[in-house]
T-cell receptor, first 115, second 113 residues
């Protein structure tokens, strides 16, 4: 069964709306969560890393004020796209660190469409 | 920035044939992973090969890793139409306990029935 869930799986919103995406680890605790973004027909790009108890770490070029990341608990990390615009339309995916285990997990993803 | 670079970018084969996809990378790695993604869907982890491993098998999948050439290959044997998808390699680099996965651009595989 799934070990990482994301909610919502799909969201369509108007420009200017803020959208919150939740990523939950279902049967384990994660002090860290990686957030990726994937534009249509493109690869995944790491946006930021949320850290439980401290500030998120953002990759170069990712706006901190635009993409608010919070690691609320050991089982919940959230990404909020503030004042979303059409160019923010993308597939957002979370991933817990899995070390070098043979099985790696990603969240199922959230498809955001901003009209 | 992207670490892995796959080739070819697109591959079209007949069902039953083998599909070989290659990935090259630039820096030292802990491990290299291959993922599949069906159109509009999430990622499916296929296989992880560690830097001290040279070859690994999982069902119809065979992955090789050559750290001296900084390259990996994914072989899918006896392909099926259901193997049609995008395939990504991802490198786990040496940056500490929570090391990051960096993805290549992906290969689009089409398997014709």
């Amino acid at each position: 069964g799934a070990v990482v869930s994301q909610h919502p799986s799909r969201v369509i919103c108007k420009s200017g709306t803020s959208v919150k995406i939740e990523c939950r680890s279902l049967d384990f605790q994660a002090t860290t969560m990686f957030w990726y973004r994937q534009f249509p027909k493109k690869s995944l790009m790491l946006m930021a890393t949320s850290n439980e108890g401290s500030k998120a770490t953002y990759e170069q070029g990712v706006e901190k004020d635009k993409f608010l990341i919070n690691h609320a608990s050991l089982t919940l990390s959230t990404l909020t796209v503030t004042s979303a615009h059409p160019e923010d339309s993308s597939f957002y995916i979370c991933r817990p660190p899995c070390g070098q285990t043979d099985t790696q997990y990603f969240g199922p993803g959230t498809r955001l469409t901003v009209l | 920035s992207q670490q892995g670079e796959e080739d070819p970018q697109a591959l079209s084969i007949q069902e039953g044939e083998n599909a070989t996809m290659n990935c090259s990378y630039k820096t030292s790695i802990n491990n290299l992973q291959w993922y599949r993604q069906n159109s509009g869907r999430g990622l499916v982890h296929l296989i992880l090969i560690r830097s001290n491993e040279r070859e690994k098998h999982s069902g119809r999948l065979r992955v090789t890793l050559d750290t001296s050439k900084k390259s990996s290959s994914l072989l899918i044997t006896a392909s099926r139409a259901a193997d049609t998808a995008s395939y990504f390699c991802a490198t786990d680099s040496l940056t500490g306990a929570n090391s990051k996965l960096t993805f290549g651009k992906g290969i689009t595989l089409s398997v014709r029935p």
